[in-house]
């Protein structure tokens, strides 16, 4: 009876849930600030709005369209604010290739695997870029527990390079990792998170958000700084 019950439930489109998801870890961590670093138009922000979160948000979107809806859709919470450039590696001007679908927007060039899934490009603006560092330290805010959510297609590596002296005090990180690279030099997953071990962010949890065909595509994963005793465990690996 429990194999048929089962059944019954997956075909009716419902899952065992057996890993936390991200607003599982923000609950976890008392996340009381969110930096949305590739916010397109504040869909991520009104997700953890929808399920609860009413602590302070702070968007990051390069492209004038897509920060055009950002802010209008914002307009009425006080508690979100959105700023109309890139956060990257170093301060410099990029160009931002703008796809049809502004969510696969990107400062990288496309593989043959990007070519056929981006499909079309629609423009190229030229966008500002200034390190996570930089902004907080002339944004300081009173926020005690901070997650950093980065999803800019394939330049998630180059955002949290410029954000050194910020990882020592951010709480969680989630990053979306690909398995299958849409983008030209973006950084592997497994080395991905090699980088964020040496800086002493473990995985907390990761879930994946695309697919192609029968492999997954991209992962969204969330590294926190693990407990105590599994980092003495872990430095006497």
């Known amino acids: 009876m429990r194999q048929i019950f089962r059944k019954f439930l997956r075909n009716a ?12 870890v923000m609950k976890a961590n008392s996340i009381d600030l969110v930096l949305d670093v ?16 009413e602590g302070a948000i702070i968007s990051f ?11 209008s859709k914002i307009r009425n919470d006080f508690y979100w ?9 170093k301060e410099e001007e990029l ?31 030229k966008c500002r870029i200034l390190t996570l560092d930089r902004f907080l330290a002339d944004n300081p ?21 410029g954000a050194s002296e910020s990882l020592q005090t951010i709480t969680a ?11 030209a030099n973006e950084a592997d997953w497994i080395d991905f998170l090699l980088w964020m071990r040496e800086r002493n962010f473990e995985v907390a949890t990761a879930v994946c958000n695309s697919a192609c065909g029968w492999r997954i595509r991209e992962l969204d994963i969330v590294f926190t700084h693990p407990p105590r005793d599994q980092l003495l465990y872990l430095k006497s690996l």
């Open 95 to 125: 160009d931002l290739a703008i796809a049809e679908n502004d969510v696969m927007s990107s400062f990288k060039p496309l593989t043959e695997f990007g070519k056929e899934a981006v499909r079309s490009q629609v423009g190229r603006t």
């Open 38 to 53: 590739g916010a397109n138009d504040g869909s991520y922000g009104r997700e953890i709005r929808d399920r609860g979160y």
């Open 81 to 89: 604010e959105a700023y109309p450039f890139a956060l990257g590696e």
């Open 141 to 161: 805010h009173p926020q005690k527990n901070i997650y950093l959510k980065i999803d800019t297609q394939g330049y998630e590596l180059e955002v949290l390079r």
């Open 13 to 24: 489109g419902f899952s065992r849930r057996i890993a936390p998801d991200f607003y599982d």
């Open 173 to 183: 990180v989630q990053a979306e990792t690909s398995l299958i690279h849409t983008y």
């Open 61 to 71: 979107e390069p492209n004038p369209a897509a920060y055009a809806r950002l802010k």
